[in-house]
């Protein structure tokens, strides 16, 4: 979705513009003008370009907002393209690419009766979401790195291990170096990562096992906190995409992870 923090329609390509890149500063820490624009007659646009390369979340961005009431048209895009590289999430850095023809915008409005878009229809699309196993070994240990450390305890080193199950599964397993004061022990958590059709990640069969005392006392503290994810979906980025279904899902793991999929009705002419 795309807010636009307005509760009448942008009148023109330049008033949209200016909403989106206002939108888009709100949650993201960017240079300079994000959006670009061709207009071809309004609200008919020859393309709509969105550039989000070396963008950083913010520490605090408002949260997503959902259509509460029926929706219209609002905008046509010939061609639509947002590219994010290099996107910093925390500690994590992700690529993004989204590419569109032939594109259907609606419009609804929000709790705050303020208008939201989201896209309808296209003849085709594709989008692309891309993690280096660096960025996801950041992430992780960020996350667990705050539970242990309410205890004293210290992560001194992470190895992710990722075997790939199926086109759409991932089975994981974590091997922790910690330290408690003078001690030290090795910990494992395992569990296993599922991608649906709306590109939400769902983490399941979490656990933590280890050997020796120093172990078990983390275990024993980092399990509740698993057991409170265990079944969570995450997604995986909140795209304009409204209700349209993604298709050819394919969640791909080498020294990158991949996730792809296409979109569209492909009638549209």
């Known amino acids: 979705m795309f807010p636009l923090y307005t509760t009448s329609f942008p009148s023109s ?38 550039l989000l390369d070396e963008a950083r979340l913010r520490s605090n961005p408002p949260a997503p907002r959902a259509i ?19 996107l910093s999430i925390g500690t994590a ?29 296209a003849a085709d699309g594709k989008v692309e979401i891309k993690i280096t196993q660096r960025s996801l070994v950041a992430l992780v240990t960020e996350l667990l790195q705050a539970q242990a450390k309410k205890q004293g305890i ?39 990562l599922e991608l649906d059709d709306h590109l939400n990640l769902r983490i399941s069969r ?14 024993g503290i980092l399990n509740p906190y698993l057991r409170r994810i265990d079944g969570r979906e995450f997604s995986l980025l909140s795209l304009p995409i409204g209700e349209m279904q993604l298709r050819d899902l394919q969640l791909e793991v080498g020294e990158n992870i991949t996730v792809t999929a296409d979109f569209g009705s492909g009638k549209r002419a």
């Open 13 to 50: 390509a330049s008033d949209l513009k200016r909403l989106l890149t206002n939108s888009l500063k709100r949650i993201l820490e960017v240079k300079g003008d994000p959006v670009s624009v061709r207009e071809a007659s309004y609200p008919h646009l020859q393309e709509m370009r969105i």
């Open 68 to 86: 509460c009431d029926e929706v219209s048209p609002a905008l046509q895009v010939d061609q639509l393209t947002l590219s994010a590289l290099a």
């Open 93 to 121: 850095d992700l690529d993004l690419s989204l590419r569109a023809s032939d594109v259907a915008f609606t419009q609804g409005k929000d709790i705050d009766d303020q208008v939201v878009l989201a896209l309808e229809d």
């Open 154 to 192: 210290t992560l001194d080193a992470v190895k992710l291990e990722l075997d790939q199950e199926s086109s759409r599964s991932v089975a994981v397993r974590v091997c922790l170096q910690i330290k408690k004061l003078f001690l030290n022990a090795s910990l494992v958590v395992v569990g296993h």
């Open 206 to 219: 979490l656990i933590c096992t280890g050997d020796g005392g120093i172990a078990n006392v983390a275990c």
